[in-house]
């Protein structure tokens, strides 16, 4: 079966760089679009990054537009997302997301079929 397990999440100032990374097993996955999403304390999961099978086509969410990016490896079966600039209102849970096919959707959850477990990201001030 599909296992989404990320890493990276942890404690950092304002302003200051996070990279996350996932690892994906269980389908191939360079026939796979890939994502990101947050859920706040309180919040509703959010949309943050998506990826297409080949990284030829990515999406942002406005709110980490310019600041965050999303790549991923083939060979290593793992998708990335740099944070720079980071804010406090970045503070979430980031969960990985592997898509039904090989480019993504449309809002909400971009055609994601699998989640990862996530991993914290906490940005003090």
């Known amino acids: 079966q599909v296992q989404l397990v990320e890493s990276g999440g942890g404690l950092v100032q304002a302003g200051g760089s996070l990279r996350l990374s996932c690892v994906a097993s269980?389908?191939?996955?360079?026939?796979?679009?890939m994502g990101w999403f947050r859920q706040a304390p309180g919040k509703e999961r959010e949309f943050v990054a998506v990826?297409?099978?080949?990284?030829?086509?990515?999406r942002y969410a406005d709110s980490v537009k310019g600041r965050f990016t999303i790549s991923r490896d083939n060979a290593k079966n793992t998708v990335y997302l740099q944070m720079n600039s980071l804010k406090v209102e970045d503070t979430a849970v980031y969960y990985c997301?592997?898509?039904?096919?090989?480019?993504?959707?449309?809002?909400?959850?971009?055609?994601?079929?699998?989640w990862g477990t996530g991993t914290l990201v906490t940005v003090s001030s």
């Open positions: 997301a592997q898509g039904a096919g090989s480019d993504y959707g449309v809002g909400p959850n971009y055609s994601m079929d699998y």
């Open positions: 990826i297409s099978w080949g990284g030829g086509r990515t």
């Open positions: 269980g389908r191939t996955f360079s026939s796979y679009a």
